[in-house]
């Protein structure tokens, strides 16, 4: 099976690093399959415009909603043997996680709507959530140009989950975020480098020992960094008091 990816956007290039490394690689090798289209070419006036000033007033423009209408109709029609899941970009939305990213990597079908300058007009939200499964995601509580960055980011974090991706898939099990443990830290050669040594236990050869250290590192880096993924109780023990 593969996970079939469209994305509309006004600059299709910003989408060309998807041909890129290992997302590339899945795509020459048919695991995952991404179209890219130019709102524009859904615009009918000889500017190709796809904004105009909010109603109600304000600063910015506001994405129109008939160019989107047109553009998400015709890709919603491209994969009649699929089922799209709509995915729209924007600060205001769920948090998108690893978790949600394995949920999305079951999907067959992911459209990516990409906004830009204020956002796209609400309307269209409300028709498309009326239609298809529509998410509105967002990377995190930060405010980005358009939706692109965030759609590479989702794609690459998906993408990578589909099964093959991915060459080693026990890489893709011990990471951060897969099971509430952020990852240990990793070495390679050479042993020394500039006055910093490996931790002996990596040469060991004692693999229990290694598993064990492993394990130790990920509760600890979690309990520092980020002690908000510990259950409640575990984050402050071994503190005093
Ligand atoms: N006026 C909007 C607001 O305050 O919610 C922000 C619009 S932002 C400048 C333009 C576009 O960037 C959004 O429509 C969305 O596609 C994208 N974007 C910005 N921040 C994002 C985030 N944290 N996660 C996902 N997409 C984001």
């Not at 952020?182 to 500039?194: H, I, N």
Request: proline share 7%.
């Amino acid at each position: 099976a593969t996970l079939r990816i469209d994305v509309v956007t006004i600059f299709p290039e910003y989408l060309r690093a998807l041909d890129l490394s290992l997302l590339g690689k899945a795509q020459r090798d048919g695991l995952l399959e991404v179209h890219v289209h130019d709102l524009r070419d859904f615009t009918h006036d000889r500017h190709r415009t796809v904004d105009d000033t909010p109603y109600g007033g304000g600063a910015g423009m506001v994405m129109r909603p008939e160019p989107w209408g047109e553009a998400l109709d015709h890709v919603l029609g491209l994969a009649p043997d699929r089922t799209p899941t709509l995915v729209v970009p924007g600060p205001g939305g769920d948090r998108f996680t690893q978790q949600r990213a394995h949920e999305l990597a079951g999907r067959d079908w992911l459209v990516f709507a990409c906004g830009r300058y204020e956002g796209i007009d609400e309307r269209v939200v409300e028709e498309y959530s009326e239609r298809v499964e529509l998410q509105v995601l967002s990377l995190g509580d930060y405010v980005l140009n358009g939706g692109e960055v965030a759609v590479l980011a989702m794609t690459e974090a998906v993408g990578r989950l589909v099964p093959g991706v991915v060459g080693n898939a026990e890489s893709l099990v011990e990471e951060s975020h897969e099971d509430g443990l952020l990852e240990y830290p990793v070495y390679t050669k050479p042993a020394s480098w500039r006055g910093r040594e490996v931790p002996p236990v990596l040469l060991s050869g004692h693999h229990g020992r290694v598993t064990e250290w492993r394990h130790a590192q990920r509760i600890e880096r979690t309990r520092a960094r980020r002690p908000d993924m510990l259950p409640h109780g575990q984050a402050d023990r071994g503190s005093p008091g």
